[in-house]
């Protein structure tokens, strides 16, 4: 089955850091651009990062530039956020979604997201 | 950053009938070099992550049922749903995919009149 299955979520203080990852199985993971996508509940969408297959491009939402960092490992078929810094207005459900295959567009792929939640 | 705009907020629309979003851009996201508009389409139903629907602006995702079709170029873009069906109850999202960061409307929900 082609899914992507996030984890690493969870109540963190102020100024933490957590890990999140992002498991995909069912398609060639390494042919594919990555992407981070966070939503506070009850409201919308915010594109949070992305990564292409070989990990030499990443961009980030100015909102998390010097905080986050995205990776990726092809052999374990996994895709990384590591956050630090975190903030209360990180609190979030995030998902990861899958782009395109060598160059870069829609996401056609999404996980069902792992909340973070940023509070003391 | 490209600024995406959706009209309605929200909408009611009784069954079978038909629903139009609209989304605006702040700037062209029309590449010339191929024609392709780069707008996608997603459907999001409570407690889900997002679907895609269309993407290139009018493409339909496989699977998705041909109701549901996406419309405009440059900057001005609509999702129609032709005849709406109660398991059509979501929001909607539109998105740029032209440059980074990568933006989304801020949602259109739609419900059954």
Known sequence: ?120 | DIVMTQSPDSLAVSLGERAAIKCRSSQNVLYRSNNKNYLSWYQQKPGQPPRLLIYWASTRESGVPDRFSGSGSGTDFTLTISSLQAEDVAIYYCQQYYSVPWTFGQGTKVEIK
């Not at chain 1, 990555?34 to 969408?45: A, N, Y």
């Not at chain 1, 998390?64 to 609190?91: C, H, P, W």
């Open chain 1, 1 to 120: 089955e082609v899914q992507l299955v996030e984890s690493g979520g969870g109540l963190i203080q102020p100024g933490g850091s957590l890990r999140l990852s992002c498991a995909a199985s069912g398609f060639t993971f390494s042919d594919y651009w990555m992407h981070w996508v966070r939503q506070v509940p009850g409201k919308g969408l915010v594109w949070v990062s992305r990564i292409n297959v070989d990990e030499r491009s990443t961009a980030y939402a100015d909102s998390v530039k010097g905080r986050f960092t995205i990776s990726r490992d092809n052999r374990k078929n996994t895709l990384y956020l590591q956050m630090n810094r975190l903030r209360a207005e990180d609190t979030a459900v995030y998902y990861c979604a899958r782009g395109g295959d060598f160059v870069d567009w829609y996401l056609d792929l999404w996980g069902r997201g792992t909340l973070v939640t940023v509070s003391s």
